[in-house]
């Protein structure tokens, strides 16, 4: 095991120290898009501006010999363009690949200094992240990349979802975890044929009354517990995570749910697989103008956070504070970035006050 006091010195020498934090940079949609397709690529001046994180995916959904030209497209686009305070994030290819190498060598030699976060599919364990370390330090030093590359694993194999813990506590590289619906159901033969949602067979019924009467049935939520423990496991390490791909394009009603349940459950983003799920995430993973007003009031009315007080009937006390805290930190470092939030923000708590 490493010494606890080694855990922040660069693995290679040369290369940038760790970081000690990862830096809250808001990234409530990470937007994929193929930079192998031309067509694609030529709208990212466009799309950098409306996403938080710009993603170009070189992993699946992209063709086997179609590899190497969204490599190289990758590299095309992250040189011609500038991302201003959006995010360059890519999804290299998994470790079991042929490919996944010559992703980190070109990457990072070639546009390093411009990619804030690589995430890497089909994390099973702490060996994986310690495999990427390495060799993301070793490149940083050769490549003179001056601030260390994030790491962010796909949380998609029955065995990473039981070692989730240690992937969350591998590096100090660590930004986040992502949950991938649709790999991790086909790795623990979930019966399912669907990226991300729920199923209409997955349901609780209501207990039989009178002799023949209708049974009402409940959907319930497949990811529940995957979420849930993702989320334990990156708060405990103090890393990011995100709900993953929900590919019913055409529903975005059932989206904005599922984006939900994560934003409440305490997720800061999930990933756009199509223009439409922009505006989805934006608003779902945006807190609502009246709920940061409301934890302003309670902020200020607990003064220096001890105590109890009521406001409109309901009872505050540290614990409410805390979360009002959550909400309205959150809203600052969101409308930091976004002048409409921000608006919105200052109408409803003046709404509030009058
Ligand atoms: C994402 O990669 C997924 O498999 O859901
Ligand atoms: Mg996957």
Known sequence: MRSAKDFFRPLAVGAPAPVREVPFRPSRMIHFFDPGNEKMAAKVPTLAPQVDVLL???????????????????????????FGDTQLWTRINSL???????????LVTEIGDRLDVIMVPKVEGAADIHY?????????????????????????????????????????????????????????RMKTTRVGGGHPGYLVREDPTTEG???????????????????????????????????????????????????LLGCVGAWSLHPVQIAVAKRVFSPAPEDVAWARRVIDAMGDGTGAVMIDGKMQDDATYKQCLVVSELAADLAARDPELADAYAAAEKEGNA
């Open 56 to 82: 170009g995916n070189l992993e699946d959904a992209v063709q086997a010999d179609r590899k190497v030209a969204a490599r190289e497209g990758l590299v095309a686009v992250a040189k011609a363009n500038d």
């Open 96 to 106: 079991d690949s042929p490919w996944a190498l010559d992703d980190l060598l070109t």
């Open 132 to 188: 990427v370390d390495r060799l993301l330090a070793q490149l940083e030093a050769k490549a003179h990349v001056e601030r260390p590359i994030l790491v962010h694993a796909i949380l998609e194999t029955a065995t990473g979802v039981a070692n989730v813990e240690e992937i969350a506590g591998a590096s100090p590289r660590m930004q986040g975890l992502s949950l991938g619906p649709a790999d991790l159901a086909a790795s623990r």
């Open 213 to 263: 009467a209708p049974r009402a049935t409940y959907q319930q939520d497949l990811w529940h517990y995957t979420i849930a423990r993702m989320v334990d496991a990156c708060a405990a390490h103090g890393i990011l995570p995100y709900y993953g791909p929900f590919g019913d394009i055409q529903d975005v009603t059932a989206c904005e749910d599922q984006f939900r349940n994560a934003f």
